[in-house]
Nanobody, 126 residues
Framework: QVQLVESGGGSVQAGGSLRLSCAAS????????MGWFRQAPGKAREAVAA???????NYADSVKGRFTISRDNPKNTLHLQMNSLKPEDTAMYYC????????????????????WGQGTQVTVSS
C-alpha cells in the first residue's frame, strides 16, 4: 500500500533552516507529482509547494524565494529545504502524492491529493 513518511521537523529560531524529507513507498514514485502542505492550529491546510514528474516546481507566494522543493526519484524521496524561516511558518507539514499519475500539480489544490503522510511538526520561534 502507499505510504508517505515525513521526517526532519523540529524547533528553530527565526531566520534558521530546516530540511524536511518524505519517504515514499508502495507505488511507482517517479510518475506522480508530489507536494508539501501545512496546517497551523486553528487554520485551514494550505499548499506550500509541488513538483511535477519532470521536475517543474510551483510554490505558494508566502514561501517563494525561501523554500525549495526537490525530488530524488531513485531513492523515492521528496525534500523541502526551508530557509529564512519565520514564526508564521510554524505548522504541521504534510507530504502528499497527487491522485493521478502523470498530472501536473500546477494549481496546488489539496483536493488533488490522493495520499497524505502523517505530518512532521515545524516550530519557529521569534
Amino acid at each position: 500500500q502507499v505510504q508517505l513518511v515525513e521526517s526532519g521537523g523540529g524547533s528553530v529560531q527565526a531566520g534558521g533552516s530546516l530540511r524536511l524529507s518524505c519517504a515514499a513507498s508502495g507505488y511507482t514514485y517517479s510518475i506522480y507529482a508530489m507536494g508539501w502542505f501545512r496546517q497551523a492550529p486553528g487554520k485551514a491546510r494550505e499548499a506550500v509547494a509541488a513538483i511535477d514528474t519532470d521536475g517543474r516546481t510551483n510554490y505558494a507566494d508566502s514561501v517563494k524565494g525561501r523554500f525549495t522543493i526537490s525530488r530524488d526519484n531513485p531513492k523515492n524521496t521528496l525534500h523541502l529545504q526551508m530557509n529564512s524561516l519565520k514564526p508564521e511558518d510554524t505548522a504541521m507539514y504534510y507530504c502528499a502524492r497527487h491522485g493521478s499519475y502523470g498530472f501536473r500539480w500546477s494549481t496546488l489544490r489539496s483536493g488533488d491529493a490522493g495520499y497524505w503522510g502523517q505530518g512532521t511538526q515545524v516550530t519557529v520561534s521569534s
